[in-house]
C-alpha cells in the first residue's frame, strides 16, 4: 500500500500541471480577442450580459475557489513569509514552468515510470519507490529552475516554501484520499 502512495502523488502532480498548461492555453489565445472586443465595443449601461462565445462571468468561479487557492488548488491562498505579490508572481512563473524544457522532460520521464509501473509484480513496485523519490526531487528542481528563470524577482527562498506549500497540500489530498475521500 506504501508503495502506491509516491505513484498517486506522482499522478496528482502531473494532472494539477496539466490543468495548468490548459488553463495557460486557454487564456493566452482568448486574451487578445477579449481585449479587441472591449476596445470595439461600446460601454454597456446597466448590468453586462454575457456574448456569444464570451467566457463566463466570473461570478460563477467564486463559488468554487480561485484557480490556484480555494478549496481546489493546489496552491494555498496564503504562505507565511510570502506576500501577496510574491504568491501573484509564483503562480504566473508555476504557469510559464510547465512549459520549461526540462521540466517537460522530467515529467515525460515520470510518465514513462508509470508505465513501467502499471505491469510490474509487487516485488519490482518495491524496487520502484526510489525511482520515483528521485523523480519527484528531478520535478521539483527543475521547476525550481524554471520558475526563478521565468522571474528574476523569485528567490531560492521563496520558490522554496512555494513548492513544500504545494507538497504539503498534496500530502493532505493523499491522507484524505487514504480516509475514504474527499472531506467536505
Given amino acids: 500500500m506504501k508503495q502506491l502512495f509516491p505513484l498517486l502523488f506522482a499522478a496528482a502532480v502531473g494532472s494539477a500541471a496539466t490543468y495548468l498548461v490548459m488553463d495557460a492555453r486557454q487564456s493566452s489565445v482568448s486574451a487578445p480577442v ?9 460601454k454597456p449601461v446597466g448590468k453586462p450580459t454575457p456574448q456569444a462565445g464570451a467566457p463566463a462571468p466570473d461570478e460563477a ?12 488548488g493546489f496552491l494555498p491562498e496564503e504562505i507565511d513569509g510570502i506576500t501577496p505579490e510574491q504568491l501573484n508572481k509564483c503562480k504566473a512563473a508555476l504557469m510559464k514552468s510547465m512549459q520549461d524544457d526540462d521540466v517537460k522532460a522530467a515529467r515525460a520521464k515520470q510518465g514513462e515510470l508509470f508505465k513501467e509501473a502499471q505491469y510490474a509484480s509487487d516485488e519490482d513496485k518495491k524496487g520502484m ?17 524554471a520558475m526563478m528563470a521565468a522571474d528574476a524577482d523569485i528567490t531560492d527562498d521563496v520558490s522554496d516554501k512555494v513548492l513544500d506549500a504545494i507538497e504539503e497540500r498534496m500530502k493532505q489530498r493523499r491522507q484524505q484520499f487514504q480516509q475514504g475521500g474527499k472531506k467536505k
Avoid: M, N, Y
Fill in 34 to 42: 477579449v481585449a479587441a472586443e472591449k476596445v470595439a465595443a461600446p
Fill in 61 to 72: 468561479r467564486k463559488t468554487g475557489g480561485s484557480k490556484f487557492g480555494g478549496k481546489g
Fill in 129 to 145: 519507490v526510489k525511482q520515483f523519490e528521485d523523480i519527484q526531487l528531478e520535478i521539483r528542481t527543475a521547476t525550481k529552475v
